[in-house]
């Protein structure tokens, strides 16, 4: 990773609360332009991270940065860098939304010409336009947090730090709010803490999962799934005559592209089963395809089942929360 890249970097960072320790030598570091999915049980350490980054908490030991700035030496100008939407999103629900962007741009002494341009601009990157004169107590919770994104976007920031910014969205607002996040993340980094995994699989380039304070894991969705080997492929075949299942067997078990294969028995008498493992190279899929063609059987289905990321934060969390 080229260092000028470098958008976010943690080193050892580490923080106590007494005798509780909340984080623990978790080191990272995120380019520019990635969406990064970060995951982890309530009480892993997660907002205890976004709160260092943001400068909200210092931590106990180790440092961070935030394009280029310490957040401990030179916090405003890591700030400057931040748009930031907490888990609770904080609206003077009384205010109608032009009001409060207005105030927001204010807080963030963005005023006069440069305010108009700047909510202009946020309220069409937002589609909040049909909402600029609403109350924002009238508001859907999906369009309050259209409102709470736009304020994080006011200043121009090149991060943004999203917690939880689907919670209590229904599948309809969750899926706007989702599609909003991948066009900001075009041109920005972004740290997405949610627990919508699925959301996670289909937004982010790359995952960090923490748990008990530590990071655990850190990679892309595809790359997690492949080295934590839970991913199979079931296929099906039609029985015939002609085909023969053992040298099948031999053939694909030999690819590059597969790292097991075993017979499951079916009981469907003119249907023969499969458990395939694949491995980190090519695609298996294909490779599956084509022996069975070229040795002239019939594909009845072919399916991906575990080595989903919900599977795999299971395992690497132990499954629950830390008390």
Do not use: W
């Not at 991270?49 to 401990?72: E, N, R, Y």
């Not at 600029?132 to 259209?146: D, M």
């Not at 075949?237 to 499951?264: H, N, T, Y």
Request: glycine share 10%; with cysteine.
């Amino acid at each position: 990773m080229v260092e000028s890249d470098v958008m976010i970097r943690a080193e050892s960072l580490s923080k106590r609360y007494g005798e509780a320790e909340a984080l623990r030598d978790a080191s990272f570091a995120i380019k520019r332009g990635e969406i990064v999915g970060f995951l982890g049980p309530n009480g892993a350490g997660k907002t205890t991270t976004m709160k260092i980054l943001t400068c909200f908490i210092a931590p106990t030991s180790g440092k961070a940065s935030v394009a280029g700035c310490d957040v401990q030496l030179d916090p405003v100008g890591a700030r400057k860098n931040i748009g930031y939407l907490p888990e609770h999103n904080p609206l003077y629900t009384e205010m109608l939304v032009t009001e409060y962007l207005e105030y927001a741009a204010a807080m963030r002494g963005i005023r006069g010409n440069d305010a108009k341009r700047r909510i202009r601009a946020v309220v069409e990157e937002t589609d909040l336009g049909p909402k600029f004169g609403a109350e924002i107590r009238e508001l859907s919770k999906g369009y309050r947090q259209r409102v709470g994104l736009a304020q994080a976007l006011l200043h121009e920031p090149p991060i943004l730090i999203l917690d939880e910014p689907l919670s209590g969205l229904d599948p309809n607002q969750a899926r706007g709010v989702r599609e909003l996040i991948r066009e900001l993340g075009r041109e920005r980094t972004v740290i997405l803490s949610t627990h919508h995994l699925p959301e996670v699989e289909t937004t982010c380039d790359r995952v960090l999962i923490i748990s008990g304070g530590k990071i655990v894991a850190d990679s892309t969705p595809q790359e997690l799934k492949r080295s934590q080997g839970r991913e199979t492929l079931a296929l099906c075949l039609k029985k015939l005559d002609g085909f023969d299942g053992d040298a099948f067997v031999r053939a694909v078990g030999d690819a590059e592209e597969i790292r097991s294969v075993r017979p499951v028995a079916s009981e469907e008498p003119a249907e023969l089963h499969f458990e395939i493992i694949p491995s980190e190279r090519g695609d298996a899929r294909e490779r599956l395809f084509h022996e069975v063609v070229a040795r002239g059987g019939v594909v009845l289905g072919l399916e991906r089942r575990g080595g989903g990321l919900e599977d795999i934060f299971r395992s690497l969390t132990g499954g629950k929360e830390r008390s």
